[in-house]
T-cell receptor, first 112, second 112 residues
Framework: EAQVTQNPRYLITVTGKKLTVTCSQN?????MSWYRQDPGLGLRQIYY???????DKGDVPEGYKVSRKEKRNFPLILESPSPNQTSLYFC???????????FGQGTRLTVV | RKEVEQDPGPFNVPEGATVAFNCTYS??????FFWYRQDCRKEPKLLMS???SGNEDGRFTAQLNRASQYISLLIRDSKLSDSATYLC?????????????FGRGTQLTVWP
């Protein structure tokens, strides 16, 4: 089954404790991206990747890091989480730059 | 100015009604457009692509007006199951090729 898998689905953590949210896709997609979704603000892109070792900032990259060492994986790293990073996070992938995107089920992160 | 603007609604309509959503985009060079559907706090899922000639999928019709830079979605004979948030998506061009720009979403509630 074609899918994008995020883990964990839910996470509560404390300020400053490094965390990683994993994202994996099994469709051999080139493009992958991370979004956060907040009430009233919609989906905002954090980072995206066009292929292995190629990444670029989205609209709200501050406080986040990503890496793309393999085509299927695109982890999101929060080196020092802060409460303003409490949000619902989605990973997405697509075959090409103009194609429709498949989304993971989301990670609900709470930073206290 | 945001890349994509949508009327957030909410739209509350009875079953069987016809409802239309509009979305405007700022980059006249944009080439690819989509409508996504998002159920409460779940991942967005592709509803339909939007082509220059317009396209129809059952009760749903999507149209693109390049001159005015807007996209529309028409839902006929609304069902209870159509209740969701509808997201307008525009694909970036040039230096932002492959980036997805989301509108904030239009909330639809269909009541019996």
């Amino acid at each position: 089954e074609a899918q994008v898998t995020q883990n964990p689905r839910y996470l509560i953590t404390v300020t400053g404790k490094k965390l990683t949210v994993t994202c994996s896709q099994n469709m051999n997609h080139e493009y992958m991206s991370w979004y956060r979704q907040d009430p009233g603000l919609g989906l905002r892109q954090i980072y995206y990747s066009m292929n292995v070792e190629v990444t670029d900032k989205g609209d709200v990259p501050e406080g986040y890091k990503v890496s793309r060492k393999e085509k299927r994986n695109f982890p999101l790293i929060l080196e020092s989480p802060s409460p303003n990073q409490t949000s619902l996070y989605f990973c997405a992938s697509s075959f090409g730059p103009m194609g429709d995107a498949f989304f993971g089920q989301g990670t609900r992160l709470t930073v206290v | 100015r945001k890349e994509v603007e949508q009327d957030p609604g909410p739209f509350n309509v009875p079953e069987g009604a016809t409802v239309a959503f509009n979305c405007t985009y700022s980059n006249s060079a944009s080439q690819s457009f989509f409508w996504y559907r998002q159920d409460c706090r779940k991942e967005p899922k592709l509803l339909m692509s939007v082509y220059s000639s317009g396209n129809e999928d059952g009760r749903f019709t999507a149209q693109l007006n390049r001159a005015s830079q807007y996209i529309s979605l028409l839902i006929r004979d609304s069902k209870l199951s159509d209740s969701a948030t509808y997201l307008c998506v525009v694909i970036g061009r040039g230096s932002t090729l492959g980036r997805l720009y989301f509108g904030r979403g239009t909330q639809l509630t269909v009541w019996p």
